[in-house]
């Protein structure tokens, strides 16, 4: 089993839509959960990041954190095709084995318009 | 404007000759790190520098060679040992204790001809 699953989609959505993407993970020792979004042939940005659970929302986006269930989301709204990208979840955690972040696979998104 | 900047952008290298790609940072961060993306295969380590003239091998460190002399360049030697380095390269830096906060470069993409 991997540490962090995300689904590659693609991952296709009209304009305006609410788009939701997901990760779970399998070391409950990860404590800070992080999104990127990547945009083509370009490097990734960080979006929102998060500490243990809880949601936090930055304008459109909305990061939620459920560490029982070992699984977080970021929430997109009235998604715009500037949305169109790859978004990365990613995780670290103190104890847990690593001091580097560990990423998810990416999953590509595209607002049509 | 604090940033990484990541050079050549494209890069050609034929068989069995080293290449190096070049990685500067002047956002004074102590950590420093260099991932390879290939399709579907998100982010992997490649090598990690938390202070100069220090570095430990990442995930996939066979065929690459890295040096960390100042503290604002983190260059990246693809060998001719690496049987399979066509790929997007992206570098990465943080300050030192804060792990959610990496900001990477635009990346450089690596093509075997």
């Known amino acids: 089993q991997k540490e962090v699953e995300q689904d590659p989609g693609p991952l296709s959505v009209p304009e305006g839509a609410i788009v939701s993407l997901n990760c779970t993970y399998s070391n409950s020792a990860f404590q800070y959960f992080m999104w990127y979004r990547q945009y083509s042939r370009k490097g990734p940005e960080l979006l929102m990041y998060?500490?243990?659970?809880g949601n936090k929302e930055d304008g459109r986006f909305t990061a939620q954190v459920d560490k029982s269930s070992k699984y977080i989301s970021l929430f997109i709204r009235d998604s715009q095709p500037s949305d169109s990208a790859t978004y990365l979840c990613a995780m670290f955690g103190s104890g847990a084995g690593s001091y580097q972040l560990t990423f998810g696979k990416g999953t590509k998104l595209s607002v049509i318009p | 404007d604090g940033g990484i900047t990541q050079s050549p952008k494209y890069l050609f290298r034929k068989e069995g000759q080293n290449v190096t790609l070049s990685c500067e940072q002047n956002l004074n961060h102590d950590a420093m790190y260099w991932y390879r993306q290939d399709p579907g295969q998100g982010l992997r380590l490649i090598y990690y520098?938390?202070?100069?003239?220090?570095?430990q091998k990442g995930d996939i460190a066979e065929g690459y060679s890295v040096s960390r002399e100042k503290k604002e360049s983190f260059p990246l030697t693809v060998t001719s040992a690496q049987k399979n380095p066509t790929a997007f390269y992206l570098c990465?830096?943080?300050?030192?204790?804060?792990?959610?906060?990496?900001?990477f470069g635009s990346g450089t993409r690596l093509t075997v001809v």
């Open positions: 520098s938390q202070i100069v003239n220090d570095f």
């Open positions: 990465a830096s943080n300050p030192s204790g804060q792990n959610y906060g990496y900001t």
């Open positions: 998060t500490y243990s659970s």
